[in-house]
């Protein structure tokens, strides 16, 4: 490593071990299965000019490892394959050298059947996918916020927390009432 890299990770701001809860490392598309209609050696040029990717940018990013599959007039074409090119193709014309679409792309399992739409990098924290949000608990929510709203409507609105007093008491008194008739 040479003494600029070590500058640069030492006083990199993120540990890029540690992503934000809004993020997930990217995981390959489940189906690993052979897809029932895939495409056969005869659509592999159709799969290509569809995805606007000539046969020696298939072979060259083959070369490079950065695909699973070169251009063989016997191969055929699973759709996770037309995700793994789908993937590459939009990283390399990103505009990026040879050399940072090597780096990047190192970060990543093997083979490369990621949704483009769903995957980007990350310049803070590397390769990224973003996850749903987390529905919140209703209880830790009311435990981590439920004082201190409370203060804030006894300042700025004590009619409002009034009124919240009368219907939980009203509340309380139909619990108890019904705990009675029985």
């Known amino acids: 490593m040479s003494a600029g890299s070590e500058f640069v990770?030492?006083?990199?701001?993120?540990d890029r071990t540690r992503l934000p809860e809004w993020y997930a490392r990217p995981t390959p598309e489940a189906c690993r299965q052979p897809a029932?209609?895939?495409?056969?050696?005869?659509?592999?040029?159709?799969?290509?000019?569809a995805l606007r990717i000539s046969v020696d940018d298939l072979a060259r990013w083959r070369g490079?490892?950065?695909?699973?599959?070169g251009p063989r007039p016997d191969h055929t074409i699973e759709s996770w394959h037309v995700n793994e090119l789908r993937f590459v193709r939009d990283v390399v014309r990103s505009g990026l050298s040879d050399a940072h679409v090597d780096a990047m792309l190192a970060e990543l399992p093997r083979p490369m059947?990621?949704?483009?739409?769903?995957?980007?990098?990350s310049f803070s924290f590397g390769w990224?996918?973003?996850v749903p949000a987390r529905e919140p608990d209703v209880a830790e929510f009311i435990?981590?916020?439920l004082h201190e709203w409370l203060?804030?409507?006894?300042?700025?609105?004590?009619e409002r927390l009034r009124t919240l007093m009368t219907d939980v008491?009203?509340?309380?008194?139909?619990?108890a009432g019904d705990s009675n008739e029985t």
């Open 9 to 14: 990770e030492s006083t990199w701001p993120y």
């Open 36 to 49: 029932l209609f895939a495409a056969g050696p005869d659509d592999v040029n159709d799969v290509l000019v």
């Open 64 to 69: 490079r490892g950065w695909v699973s599959f």
């Open 113 to 121: 059947d990621f949704d483009p739409a769903q995957v980007a990098y």
């Open 128 to 130: 990224v996918q973003a």
């Open 143 to 145: 435990e981590e916020y």
């Open 151 to 158: 203060q804030g409507l006894a300042e700025s609105n004590p």
């Open 169 to 175: 008491s009203d509340a309380i008194e139909s619990i």
